[in-house]
């Protein structure tokens, strides 16, 4: 495990009509947050998430066409190829209230969001690919 003090926190909101992970990327670059803790709510005019298929180690990306609630995003910003990366979990609902989820990817379409980055301090962790899992992890000590 590695100590991280806490340092700076933004809160704001994301702009209509943006790709959720594109914008929470694009607050974090314009930051220089190379290590951070996310956390969101908010709607979509439409989403799209993704579930790791362990055995085939690949990611399935499933669609989720119309208006729904961002009832909960979680997730960190680490360093990948020298920049910051964001890897955040999505919990949706629908007009039904039904939820479902998966792996934040792109083409989640914000209707409206409210995003708290709070920025940790220290060397960043950085992401590098798992042979066991497949997935680019932090490194281990």
Known sequence: MHEFKTGREFVGRLPHGA???EAITAQCRARDI??????AIGALTQARVGYYEQDAKKYQELDFPGHCEIL???GNVS???GAPAVHAHVTLADDAGKAFGGHLVA?????????????LTGDPLARG?????????????
């Open 19 to 21: 790709d959720l992970l």
């Open 72 to 74: 909960a995003l979680i």
């Open 107 to 119: 083409g989640c379409r914000i209707f409206a969001c409210e995003l708290v980055i709070t920025e």
């Open 34 to 39: 190379r290590m951070a803790r996310i956390s």
């Open 129 to 141: 690919f798992d042979e066991t899992t497949g997935l680019p992890l932090w490194s281990e000590d």
């Open 79 to 81: 360093v990948r190829d």
